[in-house]
C-alpha cells in the first residue's frame, strides 16, 4: 500500500490567514493526489483533483501544488467555512488510500 | 443534479451481516465507479473497494477481501455493500461515493452501522 502521511495533524488559524498543509507520500505517484475537507457529521467534499485542478464550484482561495511524493494544500484568506477536517488522497493504483486528516481549528 | 442516496441506519450483532444500499439519480450510472468509504467514531476515512457497474467485478481492499461483497444493479442504479462477520470495531458511518478522474466527486449522505452485542 501507499502510506500518505499529513502534517501538521491538527493547526490553528484565524479568518483571513494563510494556511498550507503537507501531504506525503511513500512512492511518487505523480499528480495523482486529490484532497477534501469534512464539516462534523457530513460527508466529505472534494476540492482539488490531479493534485492542483479545483474542482467546480470551490472557491479559488484554495489552490494545490506539487508531484511524485511531496503535496501541498493552501487556503488563502481563511474564511469561517472553512474550519475543517482536511484529508489528502492518493490515486495512482487501484489500492485507494487516505492520509490520517488535519484538524483546522479557529 | 448527480445525487446518492443511501439506505437507513443499521444496528447488528456481532457475527451478524449487514447491507448498505446507494442509489444513484441524475447521472449515468453504469459507467462510473462507485466507491466505498468508512469512517469509525472519531476516526478518518478507509477506503473499501470500488466498483464499475458495467463491468461488475470489484476491486476491494486486501483488509476487507474476505468479509465485503460490492454490487451493482444496473437496472436500479443501486450499488451495494455487504459487510459479514462483524465485529465491534466495524461500528461506523458508511458512504459511499461516484468516482471521476480517481477522485470521489459525489457522496451519499453516509449510513451508521453499530455492532453491539
Known amino acids: 500500500d501507499i502510506q500518505m502521511t499529513q502534517s501538521p495533524s491538527s493547526l490553528s488559524a484565524s479568518v483571513g490567514d494563510r494556511v498550507s498543509i503537507s501531504c506525503r507520500t511513500s512512492q511518487n505517484i505523480s499528480r495523482y493526489l486529490n484532497w477534501y475537507h469534512q464539516k462534523p457529521g457530513k460527508a466529505p467534499k472534494l476540492l482539488i483533483f490531479g493534485a492542483s485542478t479545483l474542482q467546480s464550484g470551490v472557491p479559488s482561495r484554495f489552490s494545490g501544488a506539487g508531484s511524485g511524493t511531496t503535496f501541498t494544500l493552501t487556503i488563502s484568506g481563511l474564511q469561517p467555512d472553512d474550519f475543517a477536517t482536511y484529508y489528502c488522497?492518493?490515486?495512482?493504483?487501484?489500492?485507494?488510500?487516505f492520509g490520517q486528516g488535519t484538524r483546522l481549528d479557529i | 443534479q448527480i445525487q446518492l442516496t443511501q439506505s437507513g441506519a443499521e444496528g447488528r450483532k456481532p457475527g451478524s451481516s449487514v447491507k448498505v444500499s446507494c442509489r444513484a439519480s441524475g447521472g449515468t450510472f453504469s459507467s462510473h465507479a462507485v466507491s466505498w468509504v468508512r469512517q469509525a467514531p472519531g476516526q478518518g476515512l478507509e477506503w473499501m473497494g470500488t466498483i464499475i457497474p458495467i463491468f461488475g467485478k470489484p476491486n476491494i481492499a486486501p483488509k476487507f477481501q474476505d468479509r465485503v461483497i460490492i454490487t451493482a444493479d444496473e437496472s436500479t442504479s443501486t450499488a451495494y455493500m455487504e459487510l459479514n462477520g462483524l465485529k465491534s470495531e466495524d461500528s461506523a458511518v458508511y458512504y459511499c461515493a461516484r468516482v471521476l478522474h480517481g477522485a470521489f466527486d459525489y457522496w451519499g449522505q453516509g449510513t451508521l452501522v453499530s455492532v453491539s452485542s
Open positions: 488522497q492518493q490515486s495512482f493504483n487501484s489500492l485507494v488510500t
